[in-house]
């Protein structure tokens, strides 16, 4: 955090941060808002381009200020910059590995000096208190540099294969992975700066240029990640940042020819579309898709109830409820039930919501209106159709009048038939159910359509069984620094199982930088 601290700021280690990072993240916080409601332009081959329609970024929590002004993006600028991409390719492609990677970790040292000023605008913009909105921007440069270890380590992915058995020749053969060409990355609005930074890093130390395009609603952040690389000295087209809403901007760049492979994070229904599209034109291009979780605990007779109750609700309720590895669905023995039940609705009301700049608070508002009305009509039906222990309502008094705000919903007693166990909400509402046996628990945690995070609280030698059955990408046991949430990259690598993701190589891991480039074997054959 400072040139004098050793602490290390990762999603396990943020609830006890030093004092120090809280002053710095307040300086940064004042410096800022006195600069709010400034126009920000795109940047295309290293220049500012302005569109002629505009769109407002509002701060969630109170809507009637205004972060900045974007740019309305279009099929002309995502012609432009898709244009600027493929120019820009085969100088990038050809330099050295050692250069990109050295070129990628110092946008990623940018990223952590430029910490407490990116931070504070994810957390204005996203609603995330502080340690979250700080914990987003420090796993971008991790993510950067892992990327950049992973072809270090591999040495640029040149493997000397083995000789033909030829009379009176001499033949060499090596695997290279090069690049594939322009590659698009999608980003959603929960992490705004990792899940733009972490796959715009893979796909620039593998040798692609890149044209990355943020939600409407988190715009401002990925303006400032485009700003690290620009200053990093990434030479102009290798980059392309462009902003405008997804069913114009976003569709005509998923639809142009000019895109050799695609990183998308969003919706299970959009990205099984572009994965649909990207298989039917003239070859089939490379699509990594994360496409969100429906994410268990499962807790045992045997589990320490207060690690269990700890890290659910740090993982229900952590950013409103928004991220795709949420703990939205809890299955507990019924031995433990009554008292775990209890526990984690007295740690839930003590949770503190309201401006998630402020040092105490942990809830700040959902993202947009959206939400705000698919919270409403969820906790409507909860009340219809199970028994809702706390929340279950908005906030309208106060503080909370001119913003987002949810009170973290938890539910009991909802029929397992219902549509609830099955829909991702992205909202803080969280539905438990008791269950006889673990058996039971994994069928029906195993039973949705995703399979990205999992979390099991019991026995140490139960854990094993947990491992072996759960289908998930990314699984914890006995964790109570969050029961499905927290991943970092090189210690858990984040992916997901059927429904949550594609490629089945996990984010921040050993094989995921090898998605961007493809194989091709050199074979040399000499007369001897």
Known sequence: MTANSTFKLTYATMFNPPEELHASFEAALEKLRSNLGQEHAMIINGKDVFADDKFEDRNPANTDQLLGVFQKGGAKHADEALSAARKAFPMWSRMKWQDRVALVRKAADLMDQRIFQIGVAVSLEVGKNRMEALGDVAETADLLRYSCSRMEANEGFAIELGRDPLTGFESSNVSVLRPYGVWVVISPFNFPAALTGGPLGAALVAGNTVVFKPATD??????????????AGIPDGVYNFVTGPGSTLGQAIIESPQVDGITFTGSYDVGMKIYRD?????????????????????????????????????????????????????????????????????????????????????????????????????????????????????????????????????????????????????????????????????????????????????????TDWFFDNIQAGVTYANRPQGATTGAWPGFQPFGGWKGSGSSGKNSGGPHYVQLYMHEQIHTLVRRA
């Open 278 to 462: 990207f298989g039917s034109g003239r070859w089939v291009r490379p699509t990594v898709l994360e496409l969100g979780g429906k994410n268990p605990a499962i807790v045992s007779r045997h589990a320490n109830l207060e690690d269990a109750a700890v890290g659910i609700v740090r993982s229900a309720f952590g950013l409103q409820g928004q991220k795709c590895s949420a703990c939205s669905r809890v299955f507990i023995e019924e031995p433990v039930y009554d008292q775990l039940v209890g526990r984690i609705v007295e740690l839930t009301n003590k949770l503190a919501i309201g401006d998630p700049t402020d040092r105490q608070v942990y809830l700040g508002p959902v993202v947009n209106k959206g939400s705000y009305r698919d919270y409403q009509q969820f906790s409507e039906d909860l009340h219809q159709n199970s028994r809702i222990l706390t929340g279950g309502k908005v906030l309208l008094d106060g503080q909370y009048s001119k913003g987002y705000f949810c009170t973290p919903t938890i539910a009991v007693d909802l029929p397992a038939e219902h549509k609830l166990w099955q829909q991702e909400m992205f909202v803080p509402i969280t539905t438990i159910a008791r269950v006889k046996n673990l058996d039971e628990a994994m069928v029906r945690a195993n039973n949705v359509e995703y399979g990205l995070t999992a979390g099991f609280y019991g026995a140490p030698e139960e």
């Open 218 to 231: 988190t715009p401002w952040t990925s303006r400032l990640i485009a700003e690290c690389l620009r200053d």
